[in-house]
Every structure is written in structure tokens, then in C-alpha cells.
């Protein structure tokens, strides 16, 4: 273990941004980039957000781009939505795209909220047709809703399927879906009729179905209820994450 790692073990997240922040600073204005580049390698994509939002405007987006392309997306999703406006605005246009397309629809919808019309409109029809469409369906709910701050990135699954069909479909799929905390089963129609655990998933025979394990009393909201709503129903039941359907209660995120 290295000296800076066990640093960076034993101070708080507090200092770590501040020393991150205050490194990153003297080594951009020496020219350093190579070093910057070093201070950033064992630090979290949301402790980078922070450190950047520190810097100077001029200087923000040099150490942005000293980031690879997975870590930019991801930091710039945990950079406050005024940061993200300032580095849009000095960005090369495919730089641009390259980030934008990459983030999650949710991420990318707020950011579209904080964007004038004619900037989101240019990206939105820059976007590949899969990201377009996903983004078009969280922007035509209205803001402050469960439709809006959703992510339509989920698994869902059928209840004759086994426990092998649903894994191989989880390893196919994990990577494109934010929520694996829970699994979703859902009829022809895309209603939700139940919902898996992993827990219970990963501790069933391998030939048991999802109709056989799966919880039918399902707590779900709406599209079109309220952030704040949707809030306090998941500090009430401890949830990870709540399925929202539509008012023909089909599942969409």
C-alpha cells in the first residue's frame, strides 16, 4: 500500500475534497497534467464532481478532460446542473455528444431541464434513436413526477420463466439497467403482476419459476405522482427503488 493511499484511507470525505480540490489546483496551474491526472486515479467519481466544482471555471474543464470517457460520464452526472451548463457551453460539439449519449435518461433529462430549448433540442436530435426515445418518455411527464425522475432502464421478467432463464437474462441485461436491486414480472400486456428479490432469486433451486417466488402484492406509484410522495413511500417501506406504472398500471420504470 502506498503513502497517498493510506492518506486518502484516513482522512474524511470532507478533507479528501478539499485536499483533491487544492492538489488538482496547484498542479493545473504548474502545467502538471500528467500529476493531475494522478491525484484523480484513486479518488470517486463523486468526490471528483465535488473537487472540480471547486476549481475555477477556467480550470474546470481541463481537469475534466483529463478524466477517460466511462469516468467523465460519470462524474458529470454527480456535477451540480450549473457546472454541467458551463461545461456543455465550452465543449467541443462531439465532445458534447459523446457525453450526453453515454448518461443514464434520468441523469440526461435533468440536465436537459437546466439546458434553453434550442440547446436541447440540437442534442436531443443528435441522440442515437434508442437514447432519444428513452429521453422523449421522461421529458413528456411534467417535472416534480415519478414519470420525470424515473429511470426506464429495468429488468423485467415472466413468471414461467426459471431461475437459469431469469440469470442468463440478468448477466444479458445487468449492464443497460440501473435497478437490479429488484426484479419486476410483468404480463404480455407489460402489466406489473410481481415482483422478485435477488435474495430470493439466488436462493431458489434453478428450475423454480418466478410465478413460485414471486411477491404479488406489489407497491408501485404512478407516473404522475409526486417526487416528494414517492420519497416518503420509500423511507416508509425501506425500499431500494419503486416500480412506477402508468395509469393502465404497464410497467415503464
Known sequence: MTENQISLQTISRSEL???????????LEQGNLQGAKQVLVPVQPVDIAEA????PEAMQVIAFRLLSKSEAI????NLDSSVQQSL???FKHQEVLDIVDKMSPDDRARLFDELPAKVVRRLQSQ????????????LGYEE???GRIMTPE???????????ETLEQIRRLAKASEVVYYLYITDNYRHLTGIVSLRDLVISSTETTMGEIMTRD???VYTYANQEEVARMIQRYDFLAVPVVDREQRLVG
Open 74 to 77: 460519470e462524474v458529470y452526472e
Open 17 to 27: 475534497r478539499q485536499l483533491v480540490r487544492s492538489q488538482l489546483q496547484i498542479l
Open 127 to 138: 441522440l442515437s434513436p434508442k437514447e432519444r426515445q428513452a429521453t422523449a418518455l421522461l
Open 154 to 164: 429495468y429488468i423485467s421478467l415472466k413468471e414461467n420463466w426459471t431461475v437459469t
Open 52 to 55: 472540480i466544482e471547486g476549481l
Open 88 to 90: 456543455i457551453e465550452k
Open 218 to 220: 406489489v407497491v408501485y
Open 144 to 146: 416534480g413526477t415519478a
